[in-house]
């Protein structure tokens, strides 16, 4: 029977971490959470010589302090699960603040293997690392990377598997100076006493996590009767005294073993300067970040339109076979009006959303993402947000259930609320298809810019509404900003790939499930009852329809908008579908003519419209995940209620003006 | 005296950390990246909208917005201004 080998992924962020599991596990990787807590957790196995790699990915962390929950989750999966092998990924050409972590690592006790990623870079330097000598001054294996070539893998792997045949090691100390020593062991006595915690937690680790202030550590000891006297012995004292001779301690011990490792690490102004000289310039930078998003969504277009096309007359020879070879007239308008219509308008956008995630990818892989934060923040931090919270609202153009969930990396609580209140206005690929089916319709040529204007709409609503937030609710000032400007690289083209497909696959599965229900479900309320005509004023839906008819009807809804507004809840992509089945056009090309051929709309309405389905309440989707991670059903009602009543009012604001203007 | 903060730094100048100030995470995450005392660094750029401003220390770049930036107390040790 192969050996099982539990593996954990740590290291810095932007060191390459994705690209090295990428390249160690291949394309099975398994999406999930980490319990308890929402921070995306990725598992993957490899087969090598013999063993099993049970391989999992930690969050990128700087450190193993509970600064965010990104560090607590990496620290206690460590500790808790207790890895058979930690393999850390270092840049090559960054050692001094990569090594802060090994630090870390070692005095936790890991059995630890040092990938140094990006080494071709650190040669090209001039850099030469003393591998052998490294290995033996810290005790771990060491292995040079070049992961976005796949250069070191196998070598990775061999070492991963060696590394469980050794010894393990006992945990590295550093010395942390006379007066902070004489702590750490009054500490180590106090937890001494308590040997069901020691059993789990090395007791010297703690007492240097507990001198550092950590409440995550302090947390720990709650079920233990030892609190109290530690408690007790850390109020005799200013423990932030001790924080600088810490950290400068380890980095200290990193400062003597550099110069006997590595002869050069040249600090020269580095190609990523000369790039940022131009990209964050005081005049370019912004004009520059600007034509990026535009650029990432002409492209998206661009490209997506010959895919949208093929779907649409692969349904259309679907719907129309359906409708030749079934006799049963309600099950030929099951399938065609319903599944087959419903299906078409969601899988239509499939490319464009591929595309787009595929797009944030390569400005995430390729360390533009870190400089928009920058170029943003000032702006960001006015209306009370901060530059990281950029991030997870540009993913909002993707889909706002990972939107949401990637606001896990802002540390602080307000900060994080806030940004999940507002990132469902910014424009979801999901209402794409409702813009492209209306703004193609009844704006033609200019259906690019008033798509572009939506965008733009989307994220002043957003940014005021933060501002309002930032002043009503969650008062206070937007966490501090400590941000590393990674280096400039290529981004690899499997895993922007890669994570095209893990985010696209989400939205896949959405589609799978509920908007296709959703779908059936607006059929069966079109079809019934018995003997009406197909999604007219008589079927189910039309009464629903007539029934909350008044309450758009200042915006100048009709009863059909109205329906399909209700089913676009289910997700918002489901308005066309609807639209196609309440029209009985099915999805596809055949429902323009049938908008351009109603009186009831025109081009302010279908503005209105466009409005209002960008700013309403957002899929279930999205509201779930609202409610998953805020933790609380009143932040869910309170952003379902606050986003439709911006809705009304502004799609009646766009419908007066437009109906002057146009 | 020739001490500042961080914040009053212009893009081009070098400078010494002599030391952080303040409570909390936030210094305890400037040390972890390695603003620490004795630490030489220097300004790279402002953003385009003037703040936050970006440091080369250790190697690597680290961008701070100015308010935290007044938490480390500096002596400026040459370059352009």
Same mark, same amino acid.
């Given at each position: 029977?192969?050996?099982?080998?539990?593996?954990?992924?740590?290291?810095? *962020?932007?060191?390459?971490?994705?690209?090295?599991?990428?390249?160690?596990?291949?394309?099975?990787?398994?999406?999930?959470?980490? =319990?308890?807590?929402?921070?995306?957790?990725?598992?993957?196995?490899?087969?090598?010589?013999?063993?099993?790699?049970?391989?999992?990915?930690?969050?990128?962390?700087?450190?193993?302090?509970?600064?965010?929950?990104?560090?607590?989750?990496?620290?206690?999966?460590?500790?808790?699960?207790?890895?058979?092998?930690?393999? @850390?990924?270092?840049?090559? $050409?960054?050692?001094?603040?990569?090594?802060?972590?090994?630090? /870390?690592?070692?005095?936790?006790?890991?059995?630890?293997?040092?990938?140094?990623?990006?080494?071709?870079?650190?040669?090209?330097?001039?850099?030469?690392?003393?591998?052998?000598?490294?290995?033996?001054?810290?005790?771990?294996?060491?292995?040079?990377?070049?992961?976005?070539?796949?250069?070191?893998?196998?070598?990775?792997?061999?070492?991963?598997?060696?590394?469980?045949?050794?010894? *393990?090691?006992?945990?590295?100390?550093?010395?942390?100076?006379?007066?902070?020593? %004489?702590?750490?062991?009054?500490?180590?006595?106090?937890?001494?006493?308590?040997?069901?915690?020691?059993?789990?937690?090395?007791?010297?680790?703690?007492?240097?996590?507990?001198?550092?202030?950590?409440?995550? !550590?302090?947390?720990?000891?709650?079920?233990?009767?030892?609190?109290?006297?530690? /408690?007790?012995?850390?109020?005799?004292?200013?423990?932030?005294?001790?924080?600088?001779?810490?950290?400068?301690?380890?980095?200290? +011990?990193?400062?003597?073993?550099?110069?006997?490792?590595?002869?050069?690490?040249?600090?020269?102004?580095?190609?990523?300067?000369?790039?940022?000289?131009?990209?964050?310039?005081?005049?370019?930078?912004?004009?520059?970040?600007?034509?990026?998003?535009?650029?990432?969504?002409?492209?998206?277009?661009?490209?997506? $339109?010959?895919?949208?096309?093929?779907?649409?007359? +692969?349904?259309?020879?679907?719907?129309?076979?359906?409708?030749?070879?079934?006799?049963?007239?309600?099950?030929?308008?099951?399938?065609?009006?319903?599944?087959?219509?419903?299906?078409?308008?969601?899988?239509?956008?499939?490319?464009?959303?591929?595309?787009?995630?595929?797009?944030?990818?390569?400005?995430?892989?390729?360390?533009?993402?870190?400089?928009?934060?920058?170029?943003?923040?000032?702006?960001?931090?006015?209306?009370?947000? @901060?530059?990281?919270?950029?991030?997870?609202?540009?993913?909002?153009?993707?889909?706002?259930?990972?939107?949401?969930?990637?606001?896990? $990396?802002?540390?602080?609580?307000?900060?994080?609320?806030?940004?999940?209140?507002?990132?469902?206005?910014?424009?979801?690929?999901?209402?794409? =298809?409702?813009?492209?089916?209306?703004?193609? $319709? +009844?704006?033609?040529?200019?259906?690019?810019?008033?798509?572009?204007?939506?965008?733009?709409?989307?994220?002043?609503?957003?940014?005021?509404?933060?501002?309002?937030?930032?002043?009503?609710?969650?008062?206070? /000032?937007?966490?501090?900003?400590?941000?590393?400007?990674? =280096?400039?690289?290529?981004?690899?083209?499997?895993?922007?790939?890669?994570?095209?497909?893990?985010?696209?696959?989400?939205?896949?599965?959405?589609?799978?499930?509920?908007?296709?229900?959703?779908?059936?479900?607006?059929?069966?309320?079109?079809?019934?009852? /018995?003997?009406?005509?197909?999604?007219?004023? %008589?079927?189910?839906?039309?009464?629903?329809? @007539?029934?909350?008819?008044?309450?758009?009807?200042?915006?100048?809804?009709?009863?059909?908008?109205?329906?399909?507004?209700?089913?676009?809840?289910?997700?918002?992509?489901?308005?066309?579908?609807?639209?196609?089945?309440?029209?009985?056009?099915?999805?596809?090309?055949?429902?323009?003519?049938?908008?351009?051929?109603?009186?009831?709309?025109?081009?302010?309405?279908?503005?209105?419209?466009?409005?209002?389905?960008?700013?309403? !309440?957002?899929?279930?989707?999205?509201?779930?995940?609202?409610?998953?991670?805020?933790?609380?059903?009143?932040?869910? +009602?309170? @952003?379902?209620?606050?986003?439709?009543?911006?809705?009304?009012?502004?799609?009646?604001?766009?419908?007066?003006?437009?109906?002057?203007?146009? | 005296?020739?001490?500042?903060?961080?914040?009053?730094?212009?893009?081009?100048?070098?400078?010494?950390?002599?030391?952080? #100030?303040?409570?909390?995470?936030?210094?305890?995450?400037?040390?972890?990246?390695?603003?620490?005392?004795?630490?030489?660094?220097?300004?790279? #750029?402002?953003?385009?909208?003037?703040?936050?401003?970006?440091?080369?220390?250790?190697?690597?770049?680290?961008?701070?917005? #100015?308010?935290?930036?007044?938490?480390?107390?500096?002596?400026?040790?040459?370059?352009?201004?």
């Amino acid at each position: 029977m192969a050996e099982k080998i539990k593996v954990a992924v740590a290291g810095n *962020p932007n060191v390459g971490k994705t690209t090295i599991f990428n390249a160690l596990t291949g394309a099975r990787q398994k999406i999930g959470n980490w =319990p308890g807590v929402t921070v995306e957790k990725k598992e993957g196995t490899k087969k090598h010589k013999g063993h099993v790699l049970e391989i999992v990915d930690l969050p990128g962390t700087y450190s193993l302090s509970a600064y965010s929950a990104d560090e607590v989750v990496a620290r206690d999966y460590i500790i808790d699960e207790k890895p058979d092998v930690v393999v @850390q990924v270092l840049d090559s $050409t960054n050692l001094e603040r990569n090594l802060y972590l090994t630090s /870390q690592l070692l005095e936790m006790g890991t059995n630890l293997v040092l990938a140094l990623n990006m080494s071709d870079r650190a040669e090209m330097r001039g850099d030469d690392i003393d591998i052998p000598r490294l290995e033996s001054l810290l005790g771990v294996s060491a292995i040079k990377t070049v992961a976005n070539e796949g250069g070191g893998i196998e070598a990775l792997l061999d070492s991963i598997v060696s590394k469980t045949e050794s010894n *393990p090691p006992k945990p590295h100390e550093i010395g942390y100076g006379k007066t902070v020593e %004489e702590k750490i062991c009054a500490l180590e006595d106090i937890l001494g006493n308590d040997t069901e915690l020691t059993k789990h937690y090395p007791a010297r680790w703690m007492a240097v996590k507990l001198l550092e202030g950590d409440e995550n !550590v302090l947390s720990k000891l709650s079920s233990s009767n030892i609190e109290g006297k530690v /408690q007790n012995y850390l109020s005799g004292f200013d423990n932030e005294e001790y924080e600088v001779e810490m950290a400068d301690k380890r980095y200290e +011990f990193i400062g003597a073993l550099l110069p006997q490792v590595c002869t050069t690490c040249a600090e020269d102004v580095s190609p990523s300067d000369m790039v940022d000289k131009v990209v964050t310039n005081k005049y370019l930078g912004i004009p520059i970040f600007l034509s990026l998003m535009w650029g990432m969504f002409e492209l998206t277009f661009a490209l997506g $339109t010959p895919f949208m096309g093929l779907i649409g007359k +692969f349904f259309g020879w679907l719907g129309g076979a359906v409708a030749a070879n079934i006799e049963s007239a309600w099950l030929a308008s099951l399938l065609g009006d319903g599944i087959i219509a419903g299906v078409c308008s969601v899988l239509l956008f499939v490319p464009n959303i591929f595309i787009l995630f595929f797009a944030i990818a390569l400005l995430e892989n390729s360390g533009y993402m870190a400089r928009a934060a920058f170029i943003m923040d000032k702006l960001m931090y006015k209306m009370g947000l @901060q530059g990281k919270s950029f991030i997870p609202m540009l993913m909002g153009f993707g889909c706002s259930v990972p939107a949401i969930m990637a606001t896990r $990396t802002l540390e602080d609580e307000k900060d994080r609320l806030i940004t999940m209140l507002v990132t469902p206005f910014m424009s979801c690929g999901a209402r794409l =298809p409702v813009y492209i089916l209306l703004a193609g $319709t +009844f704006f033609g040529r200019e259906a690019g810019s008033v798509i572009f204007g939506l965008y733009v709409l989307g994220i002043l609503v957003a940014i005021l509404s933060a501002k309002l937030f930032r002043t009503f609710i969650a008062k206070g /000032q937007p966490s501090p900003f400590i941000m590393e400007l990674p =280096p400039y690289t290529r981004p690899s083209l499997v895993n922007s790939l890669l994570y095209m497909w893990n985010q696209g696959y989400l939205y896949l599965k959405k589609v799978g499930t509920v908007i296709i229900g959703g779908v059936m479900l607006v059929w069966v309320l079109a079809y019934f009852p /018995q003997g009406v005509e197909y999604g007219s004023a %008589e079927s189910l839906i039309g009464s629903l329809g @007539q029934l909350i008819e008044p309450l758009v009807a200042p915006l100048g809804f009709d009863w059909k908008i109205a329906v399909a507004l209700i089913f676009g809840v289910v997700a918002k992509e489901i308005v066309v579908g609807s639209l196609g089945t309440l029209y009985g056009t099915g999805g596809g090309e055949s429902l323009s003519p049938a908008l351009l051929a109603d009186p009831s709309f025109s081009p302010a309405i279908a503005l209105g419209l466009m409005v209002f389905t960008l700013l309403y !309440v957002p899929c279930f989707g999205a509201v779930a995940v609202i409610k998953k991670e805020t933790g609380s059903w009143k932040w869910m +009602f309170f @952003q379902a209620a606050y986003s439709t009543a911006v809705a009304w009012v502004l799609a009646l604001v766009t419908v007066l003006v437009a109906n002057l203007v146009l | 005296m020739n001490n500042k903060t961080l914040n009053m730094l212009d893009a081009g100048q070098n400078a010494r950390v002599i030391q952080v #100030k303040g409570k909390g995470p936030s210094r305890r995450r400037l040390l972890e990246m390695g603003m620490l005392p004795g630490v030489g660094l220097s300004v790279t #750029k402002k953003a385009p909208l003037g703040d936050p401003v970006d440091f080369k220390l250790k190697g690597y770049n680290l961008s701070l917005r #100015k308010q935290e930036a007044q938490m480390v107390v500096v002596e400026v040790t040459g370059g352009v201004k």
